[in-house]
């Protein structure tokens, strides 16, 4: 099981919230917000895990029936708040149903937990509704309000919650964090890398993302003449769910190319093919850095309903000149 030791180098209060939810000392609500893959959800588990644990000793022990119900997602006095099924947003009626639920006496604790993994999903009526609740909050209840977008909520909301910021650690540390959850010293150090740092991310990187990044790298660093773009184009243009990923994927290969050229080897074996290598050491800094913000524009393009036909052609364009421009 994760403890709150777990995440020491996400956040600066990890200590604090151990200590204040195993003695029962927690405000009301809390703001954790960070990018995707630094523990958010993790540890505001911990956190009702720690505040309704009937265990021994240390808190939470894991093992009584409280920890376990929750850690089975099936603890009656913690409520995760999602959007309807098929809708995007969480509206105000969801949110009157849950706090209605809030309002009667706690199953089997001392407190209730509310958790909300999208707290950004909830439409401005939903916030203002729960913005009343926050300003007289029940008896023992804690809600927490988890977001990679804390500007997408009121500002009266936030300054209602006590607001934990979560970070990415530094390669270094994740890669140990990725060794001692159980993977090898080479996957840990090509997925830690890859998710920036980010634990969650790296655990979510899959087999298959690697393999396309290959595929991706080997396509698109394939073009070497403006003859050469259409039929690159032509292999992405109608797999619409990968799109946006191959757009992913492109920045995050840029970058690393730049660093390579950089001298700080980034471009890990077994992500790469061998065309993105040869693009690094056949192109000049310069050129990488254009490449770059062609990417950015592809992506500003897609914002904007640009069919991904014509924005990824724009950056294989770039590529193209570039080619032409250091011959390789
Ligand atoms: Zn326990």
Redesign the pocket.
């Given at each position: 099981m994760l403890s709150f030791e777990d995440f020491k180098g996400q956040s600066a209060h990890i200590g604090q919230l151990k200590a204040d939810f195993s003695s029962h000392a927690f405000v009301h609500a809390y703001l954790l917000c960070g990018p995707r893959g630094t523990g958010k959800r993790s540890v505001a588990r911990l956190c009702a895990?720690a505040a309704l644990?009937?265990?021994e000793g240390d808190?939470?022990?894991?093992?009584?029936g409280?920890?376990r119900r929750i850690l089975s997602d099936t603890h009656p006095d913690v409520h995760t708040v999602l959007p309807e099924k098929s809708k995007q947003t969480i509206g105000v009626s969801v949110l009157r149903d849950v706090l209605a639920e809030v309002g009667v006496k706690s199953f089997e604790a001392a407190a209730k937990a509310l958790v909300f993994p999208e707290a950004e999903r909830m439409t401005p009526a939903a916030q203002n509704c729960l913005l009343k609740t926050l300003e007289e909050p029940p008896q023992d209840t804690v809600f927490f309000l988890i977001t990679e977008q804390p500007g997408a909520l009121l500002p009266t909301i936030v300054s209602r919650c006590r607001v934990i910021r979560f970070h990415p650690l530094s390669q270094q540390d994740c890669e140990r964090r990725l060794i001692a959850l159980g993977l090898s010293a080479q996957d840990a150090r090509r997925r830690a890398h890859m998710a920036e740092g980010c634990v969650g991310q790296a655990l979510a990187i899959d087999e298959e993302r690697l393999a396309l990044m290959e595929k991706v790298t080997g396509d698109v660093f394939s073009v070497h003449r403006s003859s050469d773009v259409l039929s690159v184009v032509n292999l992405y243009k109608d797999d619409k769910e990968r799109q946006k990923l191959v757009m992913d994927l492109l920045e995050t290969a840029v970058r690393d190319i730049m660093l390579e050229m950089a001298g700080k080897a980034s471009m890990e074996e077994g992500c790469y093919a061998q065309q993105a290598r040869s693009y690094a050491r056949t192109v000049p800094l310069s050129g990488a850095l254009a490449l770059a913000a062609k990417i950015t524009r592809a992506r500003m393009m897609l914002a904007s309903n640009v069919s991904f036909a014509s924005a990824f052609e724009s950056v294989l364009l770039k590529i193209s000149e570039e080619y032409a421009r250091w011959p390789w």
């Open positions: 895990m644990c009937r265990g808190k939470p022990c894991g093992q009584c409280p920890c």
